[in-house]
């Protein structure tokens, strides 16, 4: 009976999903779509932080600066426009720290191929 449970515990432990990491930088959500190709597409972007060490933080997209704010006021959503795939950082040089994610462009332009909508074929 013990042999039984002690496998038991170890099989559900080895089985449990495995959680997203707490400590990582993200960006949610980190796709944006626009109509058609060309056009620049703005989102509102919520974003998770690490726990951060006393400093100042700085966010850039593209390596342009959307800003820099001590660690315990970093903004919660920043507002983005995408032009095309971006990266997104997060950096502090006081202790060294440099954190990333990619954010995506998609279009949904309509394809210009035409369906066929009946069979090409008739009996009558």
């Given at each position: 009976m013990r042999l039984f449970c002690l496998l038991l515990l170890t099989l559900s432990t080895i089985l449990a999903p495995v959680e997203a990491e707490e400590n990582e930088f993200a960006a949610t959500p980190s796709e944006c779509i626009a109509t058609e190709k060309g056009d620049l597409c703005v989102m509102a972007v919520?974003?998770?932080?690490?726990?951060?060490?006393?400093?100042e933080y700085c966010l850039t997209l593209n390596d342009e600066s959307l800003g820099c704010w001590p660690h315990s006021t970093m903004p919660g959503t920043v507002k983005i426009t995408l032009?095309?795939?971006?990266?997104?950082?997060?950096?502090?040089?006081?202790?060294?720290?440099?954190a990333s994610v990619i954010?995506?462009?998609?279009?949904?332009s309509a394809s210009m191929l035409r369906r066929r909508v009946r069979n090409p074929w008739s009996l009558f």
């Open positions: 919520a974003l998770t932080y690490p726990s951060l060490r006393a400093g032009k095309e795939e971006s990266e997104l950082r997060l950096v502090s040089e006081s202790p060294v720290y440099h954010l995506t462009l998609r279009y949904r």
